[in-house]
């Protein structure tokens, strides 16, 4: 469930603030703010400090706008990332503040609460959806059950909220990601997941490859895939790194 806690950004628990970014909005130069706590196991997570909930975070709030303030003009956008940040209640407070001071949002989520991130897609200009596997393979990669029915459903309002503001003054710029770990994921699945992708309207998709760095996983057991049953074609652009 997400964090019980306060609905103001006062509340949050964020575990750090990463100033300047070029690489967690693509394109866009950004301060990522990364908040405590996920419900989702996952072992390559290269942020696994973050996944307890009940971590105090090491920074409040207003020093973050406190930061913000004093960079409007210079920076691009700020972004919201973890652990998962919609397992925080305050987090469409955060978002709303910070809209307010001038800067453009974007979100790195894994889709584990559907309800909470339908509520802020309003307020993002870019979101970075991860997207771990196949339906029935979630349980392997997130060690949490039957999470899979929770991704899919955020991906389809997320995929909805790109084609309803497609034309408007405010579109919500898409990425759908996956981390390809070999032991976890092979060729055949990750060219089924693709055509599911593809099936519910992804345009972008970026495949990343495992990193042992900064993981609680060793090196695979498994050849590297050879990605060559992903369906390119059906998407406007595959970007492996």
Known sequence: ???AQGRTASDMRIA???RFSA???PGRLVATVFLQGCPWDCGYCHNPDLIDPRGRGGMPWEEVVAFLGERRGLLDGVVFSGGEPTMQRALGDAIAQ???LGFEVGLHTGGAYPVLLEGVLPSLSWIGLDVKAGADDYAAVTGRGP???AALRSLDLVIAAQRERAASRHPLDVEVRTTVHP???DD???GELGALLADRGVRRWAIQRFRATGSRCGVPVSPPLR???VPRERFDRVEVR
């Open 16 to 18: 750090g603030l990463s």
């Open 227 to 229: 990605l060559d049953r």
């Open 183 to 185: 032991d976890l994921i």
């Open 98 to 100: 910070t809209c307010a």
């Open 147 to 149: 999470s899979g029915r």
């Open 23 to 25: 690489v967690d909005w």
């Open 1 to 3: 469930m997400p964090v």
């Open 188 to 190: 055949a699945r990750l």
